[in-house]
């Protein structure tokens, strides 16, 4: 069974400061997703990594893959307030197309 | 480009009654959808996997008599709750997906409450 496990859950910090959440899965995986969701809002789209060693940026967010780790990181530089949400990594294990299983998400919360 | 959208985007129903939920893939051919459940704080949890003219493949402890998908064409899924309880209540969510592409795009989600 392919397990994915976000750190932190819950995260709180000031604006302006750098933190890092870590996504671990369990099983063989060349595909790793980032997603953010906002409060009674689906997903939106941050990130879709395909091969190790993958790192993609979008303003202040960078994401990196490594395969053989297992594990995807999501940066975060210079918080600002509305990158308030939470995020979520999900993992698709399949050749083609797959339904994703995700992690639990990481509540994070940018104060002033 | 890769628009979805879902049918309510709200409902509350009575105990007991059915629910039809519609997931469009609006710009796009979708040859396979997926639903997905997400209970408050909590994350998504798959539900079952829909393919365009043929069953759908729930996942495990998803009962495939009380959660009913149709897949009839490349751009409409639907996903009804027969004899809904209040523990359905919950979000809905889809997913579409084109054709031999790692992509998928969710739609708005449909929260349902069951009083």
């Known amino acids: 069974e392919l397990k994915v496990e976000q750190n932190p859950l819950f995260l709180s910090m000031q604006e302006g400061k750098n933190y890092t959440i870590y996504c671990n899965y369990s099983t063989t995986s060349d595909r790793l997703y980032w997603y953010r969701q906002d409060p009674g809002k689906s997903l939106e789209s941050l990130f879709v990594?395909?091969?190790?060693?993958a790192v993609k940026q979008e303003g202040r967010l960078m994401a990196s893959l490594d395969t053989k780790a297992r594990l995807s990181t999501l940066h975060i530089t210079a918080a600002v307030h509305d990158l308030s949400a939470t995020y979520f990594c999900?993992?698709?294990?399949?050749?083609?197309?797959?339904?994703?299983?995700f992690g639990k998400g990481t509540h994070l919360i940018i104060q002033p | 480009g890769a628009v979805v959208s879902q049918h309510p985007s709200w409902v509350i129903c009575k105990s007991g009654t059915s629910v039809k939920i519609e997931c469009r893939s609006l710009d796009f051919q979708a040859t396979t959808m997926f639903w997905y459940r997400q209970f408050p704080k909590q994350s998504l949890m798959l539900m079952a996997t829909s393919n365009e003219g043929s069953k759908a493949t729930y996942e495990q402890g998803v009962e495939k008599d009380k959660f009913l998908i149709n897949h009839a064409s490349l751009t409409l899924s639907t996903l009804t709750v027969t004899s809904a309880h209040p523990e359905d209540s919950s979000f809905y969510i889809c997913?579409?997906?084109?054709?031999?592409?790692?992509?998928?795009?969710f739609g708005p989600g449909t929260r349902l409450t069951v009083t």
């Open positions: 990594l395909l091969s190790n060693g």
């Open positions: 997913s579409a997906s084109p054709g031999n592409s790692y992509e998928q795009y």
């Open positions: 999900a993992v698709d294990i399949g050749g083609g197309a797959d339904g994703l299983t």
